[in-house]
């Protein structure tokens, strides 16, 4: 006899319907899966029969091939481990199935209890979007699935369970949550307030440019110095995540088996801080498979932070050039590709040379010229190009270390980043691939920039005297239109165009 239920698997940050058929014939015993399978998803078939018989069904003594529909299609993961089941159990006319029309996803155990698996935030997108009358999952993934509205979520427990519930013998009830209270966490205190760093007053507005108008930065400094820290502090002064920008951020950790079951929604910006060692696809996404999201992808709608970035690898530095300018990353591997969102602010911090300490008014650089030139030519000018802001930071004074830090906190800065980036919103409300200040092009430039006369005497005595290059003129009006922002103020001074020209000035003793 046959069946057939419905499933889905997770393409990059999206899933695809999957029917589980599933044929029960005469001849001899044999099980079998077909449709492009996984090792994970072959193995399932003991798995399946020991759980069909610890939950007081016969598993047939006949030829038994389950087919995975669209057959072209990978299949990863442990869920369809209940559809599985159950077609089997429907196809050996152990079950009958009402009219509904289900999605259904869970690993079983042998026991025949239902586990959680990833991306179900996905999943029950794609159940919404295909409007089916519900989403069978496990217990543990019932929150995560409920975040999704138009879409009724029915969790279960067992295979039993599942199977009593398609064949009408068993009311579930659809399982909700509070999403007004998962929303009131958005607005909870940043973990590193940047008000509690001691000195480093230029480094700090520094990153509230870099905030509001969703700049690059690159800190320059001895070890010790407090880059680190400062970039730890950046999360909690970007705006907060709308519930849309969570729930998109949230789907990137679900389908990367990253979400905590105790947390089903991502709602503070993510800090993502790769070591140095950090492979190709770590950066930007592989592995075994359908490719999975890697470091940069996972810092969407948040920082990317990149310490001691001379030590990336050239390749893997090379490979955010793309992204920090497109928002997005694709990867394509044989038969399949996909895009992953890479929305992020990119911070990164470095020596000043080899040894650290060039510069340093307490410890004398050991390092020669060409060293010093050989360790800074590991960042190439096209790299350096998607770097807005370039902000050295000195080593703090005995007074600095000795005195309690006294500066603003986060959520006052936040307050104005927030003012800052809707004043953008409403500017760019017509280029919805843009909103911020950094993503301006050359028109919107033309058009948003406009200098007053003395600032634009200011600009022409820069370009001479700092032999300006037509990128950093074309960046520095990027971040002084931000800093306009922040004094919300549609003109642009002079004082405006002098805080953004000093952003520029380790840039050619850098490069």
């Not at 399946?48 to 389950?66: D, H, L, V």
């Not at 359908?290 to 940069?296: K, Y």
């Not at 694709?330 to 911070?347: D, E, K």
């Not at 005995?398 to 986060?410: F, I, K, N």
Request: glycine share 8%.
């Amino acid at each position: 006899m046959f069946a057939r239920l419905l499933s889905a698997v997770v393409v990059g940050i999206d899933a695809q319907v999957i029917e589980v058929q599933c044929d029960v014939a005469g001849g001899l015993p044999a099980f079998q899966v077909v449709g492009l399978p996984e090792k994970e998803v072959t193995e399932s078939r003991e798995r399946i029969r020991s759980a069909i018989k610890n939950s007081g069904y016969s598993f047939p003594a006949k030829r038994i091939t389950s087919n995975l529909a669209p057959a072209d299609l990978r299949k990863e993961g442990v869920g369809f481990d209940l559809p599985t089941a159950l077609s089997i159990i429907i196809a050996s006319e152990q079950l009958a199935l009402t009219s509904a029309r289900y999605l259904i996803v869970g690993e079983l155990s042998l026991d025949g209890e239902v586990r959680g698996v990833h991306g179900i935030l996905p999943i029950a997108i794609a159940a919404r979007d295909a409007n089916f009358d519900g989403l069978i999952v496990p217990q543990a993934n019932a929150t995560e699935a409920a975040l999704v509205e138009g879409v009724a979520v029915y969790p279960v427990t067992s295979l039993t369970q599942a199977a009593s519930f398609l064949a009408g013998m068993e009311k579930i009830a659809p399982f909700e949550i509070d999403r007004q209270a998962l929303m009131a966490q958005i607005t909870r205190p940043p973990t590193v307030d940047i008000g509690e760093v001691k000195g480093q007053q230029q480094a700090k507005r520094a990153l509230e440019v870099a905030a509001a108008g969703g700049h690059n930065l690159l800190f320059v400094g001895p070890p010790g110095a407090g880059k680190s820290l400062l970039a730890r502090a950046l999360p909690g002064i970007l705006p907060s995540l709308s519930f849309a920008e969570a729930l998109e951020t949230t789907r990137v950790y679900s389908s990367a088996g990253l979400l905590e079951r105790e947390s089903p929604l991502i709602v503070q910006p993510p800090f993502r801080s790769p070591h140095h060692t950090i492979s190709y696809a770590g950066m930007v996404g592989g592995g075994h498979g359908l490719p999975g999201p890697g470091e940069i992808t996972l810092a969407h709608h948040g920082v990317l932070f990149l310490d001691e970035i001379p030590e990336f690898d050239r390749r893997v530095l090379e490979t955010l050039r793309q992204p920090l300018e497109d928002r997005s990353i694709l990867l394509s591997r044989a038969g399949v590709s996909i895009r992953y969102p890479a929305n992020f602010t990119l911070i990164a911090a470095m020596n000043p040379c080899p040894c650290g300490h060039l510069g340093d008014h307490l410890r004398a650089c050991t390092c020669s010229h060409y060293d010093i030139r050989r360790y800074r030519k590991r960042l190439s000018g096209p790299f350096l190009d998607r770097i807005d802001l370039f902000v050295e930071v000195p080593r703090l004074t005995p007074e600095e270390l000795l005195t309690r830090p006294q500066g603003e906190s986060s959520l006052s800065i936040r307050a104005r980043v927030e003012s800052a980036r809707r004043v953008q919103w409403e500017r760019l409300q017509d280029s919805p691939e843009r909103f911020s200040n950094a993503q301006l092009d050359l028109q919107e430039i033309t058009k948003y920039c406009l200098l007053g006369k003395e600032a634009k005497g200011l600009l022409e005595m820069a370009i001479d005297r700092f032999s300006l290059s037509a990128r950093a003129y074309t960046r520095i009006l990027r971040v002084v239109r931000t800093i306009a922002d922040l004094d919300n103020m549609e003109s642009i001074g002079a004082q405006h165009l002098a805080e953004a020209i000093q952003y520029r000035s380790i840039d050619e003793t850098t490069t």
